[in-house]
């Protein structure tokens, strides 16, 4: 599972409100992922990392920002929460460098259920 | 990413094994087709990924056609446990960059007693 542990498991929020979500990883990957998966969908990219204080948008970033300041760590902050942030956000690793003839495997934390009334 | 298309769900008999297929007609040379399953909410698991050989590991095989614009995922001996949403995704390198993953909707497998 590549040690990757999320919290909470489960918020409820209100709209407005400030919301964080932690991503905790033990085995100092440089690639982290935060995506986001809505019923009968897929997931879909939010942010990502591919190092300390490197991050980028991914395809649906807006009302999101993220901090990657420890390698081990990975935060995911909703400024302030709208229902339809409502979600189960997951948490993701890729092991090994990115480049040119590599393939991209990557591990999914167990995920945080958010509901933002 | 190329796009894929895949059943929306499949059944399979118990020990049987199952067949799930994927088709990525517009896939480029440098990108790996890749799959995943979902449990019941849980994180996607990492199945396994070909570029254009067939595969095979310890949970599957990846049989790709010479083409590869399709391919088809066998689990040899399905079990109960196995049921869960199987997402095929085609992802190339960027040269560098960290490319996130693209999930559709995925193929939802039910492995019948």
């Known amino acids: 599972d590549a040690g990757i542990t999320q919290s909470p498991r489960h918020k409820v929020t209100e709209t407005g409100t400030p919301v964080t979500l932690r991503c905790h990883q033990t085995?100092?990957?440089?690639?982290m992922y935060w995506y986001r998966q809505d019923p009968g969908h897929g997931l879909r990219l939010i942010h990502y990392?591919?190092?300390?204080?490197?991050?980028d948008k991914g395809e649906v970033s807006d009302g999101y920002s993220v901090s990657r300041s420890k390698t081990e760590d990975f935060l995911l902050t909703l400024e302030s929460a709208t229902s339809s942030q409502t979600s189960v956000y997951f948490c993701?690793?890729?092991?090994?460098?990115?480049?040119?003839?590599?393939?991209?495997?990557?591990?999914f934390g167990p995920g945080t259920r958010l509901t933002v009334l | 990413d190329a796009k894929t298309t895949q059943p929306t769900s499949m059944d399979c008999a118990e020990g049987r094994a199952a067949n799930l297929p994927c088709n990525h007609s517009?896939?480029?040379?440098?990108?790996?087709v890749y799959w995943y399953r979902q449990i019941h909410s849980q994180g996607p698991q990492y199945i396994i990924h070909?570029?254009?050989n067939n595969e095979t590991n310890e949970m599957a095989s990846l049989i790709i056609t010479e083409d590869r614009k399709s391919s088809t995922l066998i689990l040899p001996h399905a079990t109960l446990r196995d049921t869960a949403v199987y997402y095929c995704?085609?992802?190339?390198?960027?040269?560098?960059?960290?490319?996130?993953?693209?999930f559709g909707k995925g193929t939802h497998l039910i492995i019948q007693p």
């Open positions: 990392s591919y190092g300390v204080k490197d991050t």
């Open positions: 517009t896939i480029s040379g440098n990108e790996y």
């Open positions: 085995e100092n990957h440089r690639y």
């Open positions: 070909g570029l254009k």
């Open positions: 993701a690793i890729r092991k090994g460098l990115a480049g040119v003839g590599t393939y991209n495997e990557q591990f």
């Open positions: 995704i085609v992802s190339g390198d960027s040269g560098g960059g960290a490319d996130g993953l693209t």
